[in-house]
C-alpha cells in the first residue's frame, strides 16, 4: 500500500526487515526451517517401479523414458521417444514385465501419459488389469520421484562419455557404476541378488 500511495519501489524482503528490526511483526514459527529429506527405498526389487521422463532433448531431439527399479536403483529401460503417450508407455511396461517380472507398485508424476490425476485413467487401468499400483507424487514435487531424477542427471553428465548411446550408458550404470547408497554395489548386483517376490 505504501509503494503505492507514495510511488517508491522497495522490496516485499525489505518491508519485512524493516518491520522485523522494529519489532513490529511477528515471525512464523516455520520461517528459515528446511524441510529434512526423508530417505526412503523399498526393501526387494520389483516392489516399486518409478517411471519418468525428460523433456525433449536437443542431443537427441526426442523424449527419453526412464523405468527404474527403487530397492536397487536398476535401470530397467532408457528409451528414446517421439512422443510420450498412454500406449507407448504401456506398451514398454509390458515388454519389461515379460522380461524382469511384475512391480508390485508404480510410480509415475502427475504427466498426461500416466493420467494426470484421474484415477479412472487409461494408464490407471492398465495397472488395475494386471495388478500394479498405480502411486502418483504430489504435484510440484520432483523429490519423490527423486531415484529417476537423480539418473536422467547422471546421464547428462555421463552420455558424452558414452558416445551418446543411451544402451551402453545403461549398462554401464547399472552393472560398472557403483552407488553410495547400495553400499558401493552396482545396480545390477543389488537387483539380481534378492529373489524376487513378485
Known amino acids: 500500500l505504501i509503494t503505492q500511495l507514495h510511488h517508491l519501489k522497495i522490496s516485499a524482503r525489505s518491508i519485512d526487515k524493516i518491520l522485523n528490526k522494529h519489532f513490529l511483526c511477528r515471525e512464523t514459527k516455520n520461517k528459515g526451517k528446511q524441510k529434512k529429506w526423508v530417505r526412503w527405498q523399498r526393501k526387494h526389487p520389483n516392489s516399486l517401479w518409478q517411471i519418468d521422463h525428460t523433456d525433449e532433448q536437443e542431443l537427441f531431439n526426442c523424449y527419453t523414458l526412464s523405468v527404474l527399479d527403487d530397492a536397487s536403483r536398476y535401470s530397467l529401460a532408457l528409451v528414446k521417444l517421439n512422443s510420450v503417450t498412454t500406449l507407448v508407455v504401456t506398451h514398454i511396461l509390458d515388454e519389461l514385465i515379460k522380461k524382469f517380472g511384475k512391480p508390485k507398485q508404480i510410480l509415475t508424476d502427475n504427466g498426461s501419459a500416466y493420467g494426470l490425476n484421474s484415477t479412472r485413467s487409461k494408464f490407471d487401468k492398465w495397472c488395475k488389469r494386471r495388478g500394479i499400483k498405480h502411486i502418483r507424487t504430489k504435484v510440484h ?6 531415484k529417476v531424477e537423480r539418473l536422467f542427471k547422471t546421464m547428462d553428465e555421463e552420455l558424452e562419455f558414452c558416445n ?5 550408458f545403461r549398462m554401464r550404470y547399472n552393472h560398472f557404476r557403483p552407488h553410495s ?7 545390477a548386483d543389488v537387483y539380481h541378488s534378492f529373489e524376487k517376490l513378485f
Open 141 to 146: 514435487s520432483p523429490t519423490t520421484n527423486g
Open 164 to 168: 551418446n548411446d543411451l544402451e551402453f
Open 181 to 187: 547408497s547400495l553400499e558401493n554395489k552396482a545396480p
